[in-house]
C-alpha cells in the first residue's frame, strides 16, 4: 500500500510537470493588464485556454460556462475517486475561497469532474457541497467532458483495472476564469490558499 501511494504521488508530480509545458514563465507581456498579478505568462497567450462548454449540474440540468461563470472562479478538473490529488487540491481552492470572502471578495469554486462513468450529478453534489457550500460541481456525457477538458487543455486518462475502482491521471492546474475576461490566471499544487488568495484579489482589482 505505501510503495502504491508512492507511485501515485510520485505520477501526480509528472503530469503536474507535464501541465507545466502549456506555460512559459515570463512576465511583463505588452497590453497584458494582469501582468503584474501573475507569477507566469501563458505560452501562446490567455486566449489559448479557455472557451465555451456544456456540463450538466447536480441538479441534471444542462448548464454552459455563462450559466456557471458569473463571478471570479477558480476552475479544477479532476474526479470525486481521486485518493488525494483531487481533495487536497479542491480544499485548498476552497480555503482561498475563504481568505477572498474575508478580504471583501465574492469568488466561486467550479469543480468539473473527469470521470463522468462514476461522477453523476447527484455524487458531484454532495462531494462539492461537502467541500464548500458554494462548490459547483459539473459532470457529463464524456463527450461533454472531454470537449471541456480540450477547451482547457488539460490531460486525463483512466488507468487500466478494476472497472469500479480505477484511477484516472489527470492535468493538477486550477484555472482563474472571469466573466467578462475569461481564463485569467493558473494555479499549480504549490500555491497556498494564501497566495492563491493574493493573486486572484490582484486581477479582481485590475479588472
Request: charged letters at 20%; a negative charge; one cysteine or more.
Amino acid at each position: 500500500m505505501l510503495l502504491r501511494n508512492i507511485a501515485i504521488a510520485a505520477f501526480a508530480a509528472i503530469v503536474a510537470l507535464l501541465g507545466g509545458i502549456w506555460y512559459i514563465t515570463l512576465r511583463g507581456v505588452p497590453g497584458d493588464q494582469f501582468a503584474q498579478c501573475r507569477e507566469s505568462a501563458v505560452a501562446g497567450g490567455t486566449d489559448a485556454i479557455g472557451g465555451p462548454f456544456e456540463l450538466v449540474n447536480s441538479k441534471g440540468e444542462t448548464v454552459t460556462d455563462t450559466d456557471v461563470i458569473t463571478e471570479p472562479s477558480l476552475v479544477y478538473f479532476g474526479y470525486t475517486f481521486c485518493p488525494d490529488v483531487c481533495p487536497m487540491d479542491a480544499a485548498r481552492n476552497a480555503e482561498a475561497v475563504d481568505v477572498l470572502a474575508e478580504r471583501g471578495y465574492s469568488t466561486t469554486p467550479v469543480f468539473i469532474s473527469i470521470d463522468p462513468k462514476r461522477d453523476t450529478p447527484e455524487v458531484m453534489g454532495d462531494y462539492a457541497f461537502n467541500l464548500h457550500e458554494k462548490m459547483i460541481g459539473l459532470t457529463g456525457s464524456p463527450e461533454q467532458v472531454k470537449a471541456a477538458s480540450q477547451a482547457y487543455k488539460t490531460y486525463f486518462k483512466a488507468q487500466e483495472g478494476d472497472e469500479d475502482y480505477y484511477l484516472v491521471d489527470h492535468t493538477t492546474m486550477t484555472y482563474l476564469v472571469l466573466p467578462e475576461h475569461g481564463f485569467v490566471d493558473f494555479f499549480r499544487r504549490d500555491v497556498t490558499p494564501e497566495q492563491m488568495a493574493d493573486r486572484v484579489a490582484c486581477v479582481i482589482d485590475n479588472s
